[in-house]
């Protein structure tokens, strides 16, 4: 819990320096069980996207909570992103490979659970040091 409020309370909308594997992969499961957490308290409370008439009544399993909240972590979400990337010594540009069909996304997973460059680099130095 704590990675997740270093990124979210400390490094908002910090896109400078590096992020070691372990605060992007504890922020990414903190993230994921609190938008689950949003979609259940969605569903609850009857705030779920409801569409259509009759027979062809569709719901969204989520509502305007999770949305909120996906709204709210867009910019953490980047910013330890791209703070990530320039652990393992590549641009924050290199997020828009996740435009490329598979390919980009595949590559992206690879770099993400890659080790992080050791010692300094051109985005500062090496967090497991640091921390």
């Not at 460059?117 to 640091?130: A, C, E, I, L, R």
Request: glycine residues 8%; aromatic residues 20%; positive net charge.
């Amino acid at each position: 819990m704590q990675w997740y409020l270093k990124v979210v309370r400390d490094n908002y909308a910090n896109f400078a320096g590096r992020a070691r594997r372990k605060e992007y992969w504890m922020f990414a499961l903190f993230n994921v069980i609190f938008a689950i957490t949003a979609m259940i308290v969605d569903n609850i409370l009857g705030t779920t996207y409801k569409f259509g008439e009759g027979y062809a009544q569709m719901s969204l399993p989520y509502g305007w909570i999770y949305m909120i909240y996906l709204l709210a972590m867009i910019i953490p979400s980047l910013a330890v992103f791209v703070r990530r990337l320039h652990d393992v010594d590549k641009s924050g540009w290199w997020f828009f490979l996740v435009f490329l069909p598979i390919i980009g996304a595949i590559w992206l997973f690879v770099l993400a659970c890659t080790d992080g460059t050791p010692g300094d680099n051109d985005y500062g130095p090496s967090p497991k040091v640091v921390s």
